[in-house]
């Protein structure tokens, strides 16, 4: 088990550009987290998902923001117009169960020039 | 009030000594407790949870809960540097909130040869 993965591992992008997150959880994991971390703050969550069906999302997000699980392994994050307040490290965690630890990965770091 | 509060440090120990990392948290409900470890531009990694009140050891970890006062605390035996990280408190809280998890600022964990 090579754990959960995510891809890119960097991403710089202009205002106003739109950028795609991929995240692979560890494979028997049937719920896939997002989260955003800036510096000097703990994560702070934005969606789940169990399988393909995304159960919450952060009223935090805004409308620019999507993601999606179509066949409930891979997800994607979305964000649309991009903002320089949207730099910030995303994360990706997958666990068994709903109360259950939650495993993280490398994290997507973006930097929204 | 803050849902998880941490003391933002820096704490600072000595090698070999005890290092004790606090956390409280508001919601009575909470049902589950992680602790993760965060090095300068990494990931979190889980390093302990517990679910039950009382303490639960994993080498030279120990996870100590008491939900009653509504505080869970993360002791590390013989501090190595290699030990100097953030430290992040977590917690799922269930109810409403199930699956996701609530994280504190962290503490800055500091281990001087």
């Not at chain 1, 998902?49 to 923001?65: G, H, P, V």
């Not at chain 2, 998880?4 to 004790?20: K, R």
């Not at chain 2, 002791?75 to 992040?88: C, G, V």
Request: aromatic share 12%; with cysteine.
């Amino acid at each position: 088990d090579t754990g959960v993965s995510q891809d890119p591992r960097h991403k710089i992008t202009k205002r106003g550009q739109n950028v795609t997150f991929r995240c692979d959880p560890i494979s028997e994991h049937n719920r896939l987290y997002w989260y955003r971390q800036t510096l000097g703050q703990g994560p702070e969550f934005l969606t789940y998902f169990q399988n393909e069906a995304q159960l919450e999302k952060s009223r935090l997000l805004s409308d620019r923001f999507s993601a999606e699980r179509p066949k409930g392994s891979f997800s994607t994050l979305e964000i649309q117009r991009t903002e320089q307040g949207d730099s910030a490290m995303y994360l990706c965690a997958s666990s068994l169960s709903g109360v259950g630890e939650q495993y993280f990965g490398p994290g997507t770091r973006l930097t929204v020039t | 009030q803050k849902e998880v509060e941490q003391n933002s440090g820096p704490l600072s120990v000595p090698e070999g000594a005890i290092a004790s990392l606090n956390c409280t948290y508001s919601d009575r409900g909470s049902q589950s407790f992680f602790w993760y470890r965060q090095y300068s531009g990494k990931s979190p990694e889980l390093i302990m949870f517990i679910y039950s009140n009382g303490d639960k050891e994993d080498g030279r970890f120990t996870a100590q809960l008491n939900k009653a006062s509504q505080y869970v605390s993360l002791l590390i035996r013989d501090s190595q540097p290699s030990d100097s990280a953030t430290y992040l408190c977590a917690l799922n809280a269930g109810g409403t909130s199930y699956g996701k998890l609530t994280f504190g600022q962290g503490t800055i964990l500091t281990v001087h040869p």
